[in-house]
């Protein structure tokens, strides 16, 4: 790590503030502004979220701003709006109509650019094209498409005709698409023949097949993407490019009611089904545009690339609605980021000129195992700001996001939020905010979260709790699709009066969070909460090690106690010595009481198809036992297989 030692990144929390000539330039430029203006937010929160709904085109205007019931809110009452107008229509009379909109690069390397005009009139073709199929307002359509054009503009002719969509990742197999399709009980699917990943064919036509023989569905709509074969039911498929090519380019859209549902957008539970997390109209929109704009400095000359697909919630607000109704030109990619080399995602920001670059701190700490040369091969001086999503990043590579991808002159937004508030819920203010490496900083304005005890009592500084927000927010979910009550139990049966949806925290003597993961997630050990991603930090710090994975498991002593599972860099020999360095190398960065009982050598960690290390099968198996629950966002079934082999081997 260059300068800076991660132990006094963590012990010192010391601060990075933005460069001045950002802070010139920028919305928010100051931390007295954004102070003021999270002010006048709590002082007067619907007039607030008032103002910044205005921004955007309703047909009707709403009669109150909030009706609040715990659990249940409704904003903008009365109002009437369509996502897609907002996103599309509002741009064409100005300079946005012959803006790029959409930048599209395939993994083969094909691409496409389409102008807010252009894609307009796509959408307007494909609101038709669902309308001749016999979909109306209230249906909903599952969507289970690669990264490519049509993707979104399937989301935005559902929007558009008011057909909540439920977009399924590409990489879930049937049998987890179909529990989707059946719980929303969609009434089409959109999907491709395939999609490119790693130089192959997904089979995602197959996969609908598939998905089909145990749910049915009225329609299935086609892109032809890949020209690879597959089996055709003529009587329920249809080819995209004969419904929507020949379907008329003018679409007036209705005005929808601001509660009218959007999407629903299912994720994982530890335990039975996955929860479908509805959003609705009018509420999602202003939190996604709000947060857009501000937490990424939103500007018109700006290229917007958000790498998540469009099967995440991040696909939903920072690739497809927030920046498309800021009117933002966004980069599209199809494939894998090391496909046909490491140096595919930089290759792209140098030859499309992207600006903003908002990624994972899974694929942070990827790109750093794969080296910095390949970075270094390319010129990123486009780039002026770096986001972060996904999880907590490490301290090491935060400083070397900021150090090798930014040069030192970019500054990081190192975001929170969830699936179920719909938008970006804590972050800097770029240009306002200082920063410090691994923490999410401050809440955004209009956004009351604190971190709390079990009975909701405010925990002290630095003093780890529960992670809440105790008043409701325009983007928050309305419900569980089907279950109301569930939804009632899961994020408001815990904390009184506030929402909670199971991440930890503590917050420092400056106000700014530090996000510990998951409530699972922290360790007890001897009486003392110790994060997994403080434990996780120390140990990628080594240089020996590329990657690694904190868990607790119970301990008659202890109560609970630190298994770390790592991967080794390349080449180099994982054997007891390697072990007694590393354990060695946490006492020195944290302190005795973080030294791990266990550490465990694997050549791959479980994770989920968005990156993300499933901890909770870890723990599973460092306790001895089997997985459980839902693994269908899990990538690699082997690689769980393999893990739980070994460690019963050992034992």
Known sequence: M????????????????????????????????????AARAAAEPERFWAEIASELTWAEPWKRVLEWDLPDAKWFVGGRTNVSVNCLDRHLAGPRRNKAALLF?????????????????????????????????GDFVAIYMPMIPEAVIAMLACARIGAPHTVVFGGFSAEALADRIKDSRARLVITADGGWRRGAIVPLKDNVDKALEEVDVEKVLVVRRTGGDFSWKSHRDVWWHEAVDKASPVHEAPALDAEHPLFSLYTSGTTGKPKGILHT????????????????????????????????????????YGPLMNGATVVMYEGAPNQPGPDRFWDIIARWGVTVFYTAPTAIRAFMRWGDEHPAKHDLSSLRLLGSVGEPINPEAWMWYRRVIGGDRCPIVDTWWQTETGA??????????????GSATRPLPGIAADVVKKDGTPCKANEGG?????????????TIFGDHERYTKTYFGDIPGCYFAGDGARKDEDGYFWIMGRVDDVINVAGHRLSTMEVESALVSHPKVAEAAVVGRPDELKGQAIVAFVTPKGGITADDALARELRQHVVEQIGALARPE???????????????????LLREVASGSTARGDTTTLEDNAVLEKLAQSYQQEE
């Open 2 to 37: 260059s300068g800076d030692s991660i132990e006094s990144v963590l012990q010192e929390s010391r601060l990075f503030p933005p460069p001045a000539s950002f802070s010139a330039q920028a919305r928010v430029g100051s931390m007295a502004a954004y102070e003021a203006l």
């Open 105 to 137: 690069e395939g993994e083969p390397g094909d691409t496409r650019v389409y102008t807010y005009h252009q894609l307009h009139r796509e959408v307007c073709k494909a609101a038709n094209a669902l309308d001749e199929l016999g979909i109306r307002a």
């Open 281 to 320: 109209t009018g509420g999602y929109q202003v939190g996604a545009y709000y947060t857009t704009r501000m937490v990424f400095d939103l500007r018109d000359e700006d290229v917007f690339w958000c790498t998540a697909d469009i099967g995440w919630v991040t696909g939903h607000s920072y690739v497809v």
């Open 424 to 437: 970006i819920m804590i972050s800097p203010l770029p240009g306002a905010t200082p920063t410090k490496p």
């Open 466 to 478: 529960f992670l809440v927000v105790k008043r409701p927010w325009p983007s928050m979910l309305r």
């Open 598 to 616: 266990e550490i465990r050598f694997a050549d791959a960690l479980p994770k989920t198809r968005s990156g993300k290390i499933m901890r909770r």
